[in-house]
Each structure stands twice: as structure tokens, then as C-alpha cells.
């Protein structure tokens, strides 16, 4: 298995409502991330973890709430969104060392 | 921290053609660097790496150089085909647990 799989690929959501991004790779990755994306821009980093714990945090405001249950699986938690955090929300994983990441299909968020 | 430029923002050719796309980098302790290809409605894919012992490296139609002493390195796709049509983002890393910084991307297009 060689993908990083993302669920749901896309989610509405109101502003109040509370809602979960799931990743999951079965690749031995011991690095998992979370990117977000908007259109025509590069992906910009939300969040490290590394072994299975967080690692980075770029300042990511806290209706943003990352989560690892285990070596394989990354959620994001989403709480009192704002229009502006529409976007694609990406997952990655990578091995240490110099190699690339894996990235999810990701998934559409809109705010609404 | 490393600042990575990437030129051109767009890139329009007719099929058959190469494509050559440029970046450079800031930090002269960078070692890794890596090309993703963004399909629309898709994540990254990561599709040729190079690391700064190496100067060249080609995997088929595509092409990468490294020039240590200029800071720079390019992605070279010969023989375009429609299905080359994509966003391409260049990235710079020091490996690790160092984050790699992408280039702004470049939109491929490429005309049958």
C-alpha cells in the first residue's frame, strides 16, 4: 500500500458545526501532516507529528485540532470554522531522512 | 529560513515540446529537492527528487539538474504530452525533521 487515504474528499459545513478530516497510510511513515491549500497557491503547513506526537504547530488557530490516535491513522477536528478557512486541507506523510512526501487526494472544505 | 523562487508562474507549450522549469534557493545547507506534480482536484504527487550530491537525474521524459554552486536547479520534460497538463511546485529542504519550502508553482499547460 503506497497512498495516503483521506476521507471525506469534500465537506460543507456551517459555521457552527463541529466536523473531523480523517488520514490514514499503512506505508510505515513515522511523520504524518497536515497542509492547507488554496487555489493557485502551494501547500502551507498546519501541523507535524512525528512518532506520534506533535512536533510543529505554525501557529494554527485553535478551532484547528489535531489529533494521532496511532502510527497509521491523523485526524483534524474542526470547530466555529470561518468562511476564509475554505480550502484544501491536505494529509502527508514521509519516512525520516531525505525522501518526499506522500500527499492525499485531500479534502474540499467549504465554509459556509 | 530558506526562500525558494520559481519561474515561470505559467508555462504554455504545444505537445512534443520540452518544458524546462526553474527554481532557486536561499539557503546553501539544503540538501534535498524535490518536484510534485498537482493534477486539478488532486494532492501532490511527488515525481523526481534530487540530492545535492548528485547533479543530474532522469527517470524517462523528465529531467532534473542541481547547481550547488548557483543555488539553483530546473525540471526538464521532454516530449510533452497533454497529460502533462498540471500545476508543478518545486521544493527545498535540509532533510530530517527540517520542513521543505515550496516554490509558488508553475501551471503547465501543454496544447495538443
Sequence with gaps: DT??????????????NKKSLKCEQHMGHRAMYWYKQKAKKPPELMFVYSYEKLSINESVPSRFSPECPNSSLLNLHLHALQPEDSALYLCASSQEGLYGYTFGSGTRLTVV | ???VEQHPST???????????KCTYSDSASNYFPWYK?????GPQLIIDIRSNVG????????????????????????TQPEDSAVYFCAASKGGSYIPTFGRGTSLIVHP
Design chain 2, 11 to 21: 508555462l504554455s507549450v504545444q505537445e512534443g515540446d520540452s518544458a524546462v522549469i
Design chain 2, 38 to 42: 498537482q493534477e486539478l482536484g488532486k
Design chain 2, 56 to 79: 543530474e537525474k532522469k527517470d524517462q521524459r523528465i529531467a532534473v539538474t542541481l547547481n550547488k554552486t548557483a543555488k539553483h536547479f530546473s525540471l526538464h520534460i521532454t516530449e
Design chain 1, 3 to 16: 497512498e495516503v487515504t483521506q476521507t471525506p474528499k469534500h465537506l460543507v459545513m456551517g459555521m457552527t
Design chain 2, 1 to 3: 529560513g530558506e526562500n
